[in-house]
Structure formats: C-alpha cells, structure tokens
C-alpha cells in the first residue's frame, strides 16, 4: 500500500484509492500518478490499496503490468452474485480505520463499482458504520452493481455528496457509468474519447472540470470545525508504504 501524502499549507483531501479487477493498488497508482498531471496529483493525498484476495484468474493486464495481481471480490457472468462481497466491505472498512480517516473514494473499474455503491450502502447503515461518512468520490469508468440484493439498498436514494465521473465514449461499460449518474446529484464529468482506462488529463475541458470539483473540495474541507481539520491534518502528514 503506498500513499502520496506531505505537503504544506491546506491540507488536501484524502482518498482510499480501489483499483480494478485483477491488477492491484500499485498499478492504479501508475494508472493515475502517471497519466494525470502533477498539478492535479499535488492537490490530492492517495492511499493505494490492494484488494483481499489474491486473483482468482488471468489478469487482462498480464504482459502490461507485473504481478502480483488482486480482486474485491468474486461474481457470475451476469454480475448478479457476488462471493465475497461482506468479506469486501469488513477489509475496506479495517483499511479506513487503520489508515484514516478517509474524505473519499477513489475507484477504477471493480474498485469504482464499489466506490460508487458505498456511501448508499453507508446511509443505509450497512457498510462502513465504523468510520466517517464518505464526503466524495472520484469514479472511473464505473457502473451499478445488478443485483437487487445490493442496489435496492446502494441506490435507494439520491447520492448528493459531490462527485466527479469518467466516462469512455469507447468503454464497454459506458452505458452503465451513465446509469450510475443517474442516481447522484449535481455531478461533475469528465468525458474522454478511449475506452475502458484510466484517461489522461491532457485537454482544457478536462483539467477545468477537474479543477472545479479540486476548488470545491478544498472549500469545504477548509470549512471543517477545527477539531475535525487538526485530526485529519495529522493524517496528512503520514506516509504510508505497506
């Protein structure tokens, strides 16, 4: 696990980062660090994370990246049931209160399916009742979970914290990500012109979005009651490699 902390001044906001199926937090953390601009990465603390369980099958970036290779959890074909799953939501709950506290989430593929279910699952008091509640998320090429078992709940209600979406024109799972707009409110999105991958930020449009939803962030998070900044101010200063 390894965390992009340090820093003076304001402190940045601090995401638990999920990466995708099969790969691991290290590679989510070349994923990102080193297709988005320093500028951008400067204003957030991330925490890289690597799943519980070991894979269970080849990795779709064998040969791209070395292993070893993780996932969140198992699931069918028709992504209806899930094996696992509560095993999932105890590890990234223990992650939060070990390397916490946590303003949000950032998640990729599997990991932004979870990222994206959690703060419904959390309101809903089932998952993450021992932490803080999730105040932001960072999705990338994210989707629904399928099955009524979850979403009934994850999804019961509008998802109003602030939010910031990627969206693939060439991503198998874009139909799906537009889905999971759906249920958040006032979200911020990024549309980008490849397909199921963690974008460069290259084009002013995208960096503009990015910054709002930075600006925004920032603002609140300078707004906390002191005590709560001071605590999570200690955190910033950590650096963390497990």
Not at 76 to 97: Q, S, V
Not at 120 to 129: D, F, I, K, P
Not at 144 to 171: C, Q, T, V, W
């Amino acid at each position: 696990m390894g965390s992009l902390a340090g820093g003076v001044g304001a402190r940045r906001p601090r995401f638990l980062c999920l990466h995708g199926f099969r790969t691991s937090g290290e590679i989510m953390r070349k994923q990102v660090v080193g297709k988005w601009p320093a500028e951008v990465t400067a204003r957030l603390d991330l925490v890289f994370a690597d799943a519980p369980f070991p894979a269970e099958g080849k990795s779709d970036v064998h040969g791209i990246f070395d292993p070893p290779y993780y996932e969140w959890f198992q699931f069918d074909k028709g992504f209806t049931e899930y094996r696992n799953f509560d095993k999932c939501l105890a590890y990234i709950e223990e992650l939060m209160i070990k390397e916490g506290p946590f303003d949000g989430l950032m998640g990729f593929s599997q990991g932004s399916i979870l990222s994206g279910a959690l703060p419904g699952l959390q309101e809903q008091g089932l998952a993450l009742t021992r932490v803080p509640k999730i105040k932001y998320l960072i999705i990338i090429g994210g989707a629904k979970f399928r099955s009524p078992a979850i979403a009934d709940k994850a999804y019961a209600n509008m998802i109003k914290i602030p939010s910031l979406h990627f969206l693939g024109d060439n991503d198998f799972l874009k139909p799906h990500g537009e889905q999971l707009i759906e249920s958040f409110v006032d979200p911020f999105i990024i549309r980008h012109p490849k397909g199921h991958t963690v974008p460069r930020l290259v084009d002013e449009t995208s960096l503009e979005v990015m910054s709002r939803f930075l600006d925004k962030m920032e603002k609140e998070i300078s707004e906390l009651p002191s005590a709560e900044a001071e605590a999570a101010a200690d955190v910033d200063e950590k650096e963390v490699c497990i």
